[in-house]
T-cell receptor
Framework: SQQGEEDPQALSIQEGENATMNCSYK?????LQWYRQNSGRGLVHLIL?????REKHSGRLRVTLDTSKKSSSLLITASRAADTASYFC????????????FGKGTMLLVSP | DADVTQTPRNRITKTGKRIMLECSQT?????MYWYRQDPGLGLRLIYY???????NKGEISDGYSVSRQAQAKFSLSLESAIPNQTALYFC???????????FGSGTRLTVV
């Protein structure tokens, strides 16, 4: 079953605007990760945030984690057309099995 | 060379045929995973392996089998392919650097 659920399912913005995607999950986790997928290609790891962290930055990416609400957000600042892709959150559950459970993704379209 | 290599990239096969998807990695990690992606459903875990002698079923293992021939090689087989196994298949292995997964480019499988 899906652990993470991204919101919105699709997002369309103009270049230069910020894009925010949200992820909710159901069980306790060791960490939460965000991935990008360009059309039909392999997923690329963007950032990992551990359960004891609240915020993390990497370049134009900012990730927050609220374990009390079981939610995370990914903010992409100053979006570019090249950011057009699907974005997935994935959770490493605190179950000892160390597998990632993926959400259904948010499709981001950045128009020039 | 890519860190995770999947072959073939595309495959069309007939219902009832046996097919093997192959994956090899140069990351040196013991853990390897097979995921399936369907439109609108995100990625779902089929099988995973924590070392050559450790094979585990994932969320959707029915109709699939795997073989871990070596630390670097993990193959997925469909013993008797059916049309609802038409999907994009990904192999992945963790990164020692950032603990995220490195994915292969995927195999697009069509069962007719």
């Amino acid at each position: 079953s899906q652990q993470g659920e991204e919101d919105p399912q699709a997002l369309s913005i103009q270049e230069g605007e910020n894009a925010t995607m949200n992820c909710s999950y159901k069980t306790s986790i060791n960490n939460l990760q965000w991935y990008r997928q360009n059309s039909g290609r392999g997923l690329v790891h963007l950032i990992l945030i551990r359960s004891n962290e609240r915020e993390k930055h990497s370049g134009r990416l900012r990730v927050t984690l609220d374990t009390s609400k079981k939610s995370s957000s990914l903010l992409i600042t100053a979006s570019r057309a090249a950011d057009t892709a699907s974005y997935f959150c994935a959770t490493d559950e605190d179950s000892g099995y160390s597998t990632l459970t993926f959400g259904k993704g948010t499709m981001l379209l950045v128009s020039p | 060379d890519a860190d995770v290599t999947q072959t073939p990239r595309n495959r069309i096969t007939k219902t009832g045929k046996r097919i093997m998807l192959e994956c090899s990695q140069t990351k040196g990690h013991d853990r390897m995973y097979w995921y399936r992606q369907d439109p609108g459903l995100g990625l779902r875990l089929i099988y995973y392996s924590f070392d050559v002698k450790d094979i585990n079923k994932g969320e959707i293992s029915d109709g699939y089998s795997v073989s871990r021939q070596a630390q670097a090689k993990f193959s997925l087989s469909l013993e008797s392919a059916i049309p609802n196994q038409t999907a994009l298949y990904f192999c992945a292995t963790p990164s020692f650097l950032n603990y995220g997964y490195t994915f292969g480019s995927g195999t697009r499988l069509t069962v007719v």
